[in-house]
Each structure stands twice: as C-alpha cells, then as structure tokens.
C-alpha cells in the first residue's frame, strides 16, 4: 500500500464526489424536502449525460449543452410526476416506470449504441479527469465544481425562501394541511419531481465529460449514491443547527466523503471488479448509522422530560 498514491487519487476523488454532490442535492429536494422515494434518477442520471454529450458532439456550447440536459431531466420529472398525481400510480412505481422507459430513449439518444465517447482534445469541456493538476486555475475541475455547487445552493436557497418554494416545502412537511390552506399539492410535487431530475441529469452532463463519455448505465445505483450523501450529511452535521443553505451545502460534503471512503477501502488492496459489493457495503453502513445510534447510543427519556439515567 503505498501512501502516495493514496495522495495522488484523492483530488480525483474530490472532484468525483463533487460532480454526484451535486446528483444528491436533487436526491435532497425529493428525498427531504417532498417526502418522496424518486427512482427516476437512475434513468435521467444517464439521460443528462447522453444528451449533453450528443448535443456537444453535435457542435452545439458545453453551457447548451448543460441546458439541454436540464431540460431533459425536468421532462423526465414531469412524466414521474403526472403518473403520481394525475393516474394515482404511487411515487416509487411512477419513478420505476419513467426509469424503465428512459433506457429506450436514452439509446436513442445515443444512436443505438451504448456509450458515446468525446475527446477532451478536440472539444472544450467545463470539467474533465485531464483537468485536475497542471491546469490553469480557472480550468480546474474541483475549482470550477466548487463554484457551480456554490451559484447552485444560491439559487435554491433563493428559490425555496419564495411563496412557491415555501408551499413546495409546506407540501413535503404536511401535504394534508397544505391542501386545507388551499396549496395545489399535486402542480408542487410535479415542480419538486422536475427540479430535482433537472439537477440529476446537469450533474450527469457533467460527469459525463469528467469520464469522457455517455454510458447507458450510467445511472445504475445512482439513487443508492445520492441516498447515502444525504445519510452522511445527516450523521456528520446532523446535530449542527445551520439553515436551509447549509443542509445543501452538507449533502454536497457528503458525497465527497462517499467517495473518499471508497477510494480509502480500494487503496487497501481490495479488488476493483468488486466495486459495486464494496459502493453496496459502504452505504449500507451510512444508511444504517442513525437506526443504530438512535437503538443503541441514545439515553432514555424519563417522565418528567428528565433524560439523566
């Protein structure tokens, strides 16, 4: 085991964990803020990135590109959200549903084939494995990751403080009594299901110029990813009051820490064609920390609100 190439795979790492960082704070939107379990994003987690890199290859701005993803991932949000709230279909079943159709499309979108590769050399990448050392500041894949996690939180904090996003919170915390005050709970589901999907699938067009290519299953176990970011960010800054801003700003950690973690257990020696056992053990061990620390680690309440044992 050597410790420097420890050294050397962890800004790799970071910029990784960034990229999905920002998967998670989609995950984030429908996970917490709407009390909904999305699967869609395993489909528009290969949907972005296919139609970015397709869109670029067609000659079209890497910040066109982006949009076009966006977009893409909103769509793909709406049709999960008319399945919950128009057919009744309940919201895991809708996401599974839109996922299984979004394989056909995504191979459409990729002519038919199942990945589709760009060269860093021949076209102007936002961000890409290349761009981690020996890069001019401003191209710098953690420095420009940074920045767009940065302008991102900015504009959902700034959302959410607005009526609309406040009765899209309302609507996650107590849908039953945001109906009483006269919210269209379902118009909010449908936006929350096409924000978060739009961000799923920009972070996708994003990673799929970090990797250099659009795969079809690009998105396999992306939702496990993103739920484990939350998770991580819940068990390191669960017990830090910070406002709305820093629990986005947590969960983009938490994905960082994700693959930090997985870049650690493979340095020790295990093997890489078992990464997929090893990414299910590492969140199964998250997802797991609060059950056990609320079992096992907290003190019981006596009558009275006295806590001392």
């Given amino acids: 085991m050597n410790i420097i190439a420890l050294l050397n795979a962890l800004p790799g790492a970071c910029a990784q964990g ?11 939107i429908t996970y917490r803020i709407l009390d909904l379990a999305d699967l869609t994003v395993d489909g528009t987690m290969c949907t972005g990135g296919a139609v970015c890199i397709m869109m670029m290859l067609s000659g079209h701005s890497v910040w066109v590109s982006l949009l076009a993803a966006f977009l893409a991932g909103m769509l793909a949000g709406f049709v999960t959200g008319v399945l919950h709230t128009f057919l009744g279909i309940p919201a895991i079943l809708a996401g599974i549903l839109t996922q299984l159709g979004l394989y056909s499309i995504n191979l459409r979108i990729m002519a038919n084939k199942a990945n589709q590769a760009i060269a860093v050399d021949k076209y102007d990448l936002l961000v890409s494995l290349r761009y981690i050392r020996d890069v001019p500041l401003y191209k710098n894949t953690l420095l420009v990751a940074i920045v767009i996690i940065v302008i991102l939180i900015g504009l959902l904090y700034w959302f959410f403080g607005t009526e609309l996003g406040c009765s899209i919170r309302a609507t996650g915390s107590n849908p039953h009594m945001s109906r009483a005050q006269g919210i269209n709970t379902d118009r909010n589901k449908i936006l929350g299901l096409m924000l978060s999907n739009g961000i799923v699938a920009f972070s996708s067009g994003l990673f799929a110029q970090y990797q250099g290519f659009a795969d079809i299953n690009a998105g396999r176990g992306a939702i496990v990813i993103g739920l484990a970011a939350v998770i991580i960010a819940q068990v390191l800054f669960g017990r830090i009051r ?6 986005l700003f947590s969960v983009a ?14 340095w020790l020696g295990l093997n890489a064609n078992d990464l997929k056992l090893i990414s299910a053990v590492i969140v199964a061990v998250f997802l797991s920390i609060p059950h056990l620390k609320e079992k096992y680690f907290s003190h019981p309440v006596r009558k009275g609100g006295d806590s001392r044992a």
């Fill in 18 to 28: 960034l990229i999905w960082g920002i998967m998670a704070i989609g995950v984030f």
């Fill in 242 to 247: 910070g406002n709305f801003a820093f629990k």
């Fill in 253 to 266: 950690v938490g994905g960082v820490v994700y693959y930090l973690v997985l870049q650690v257990v493979l």
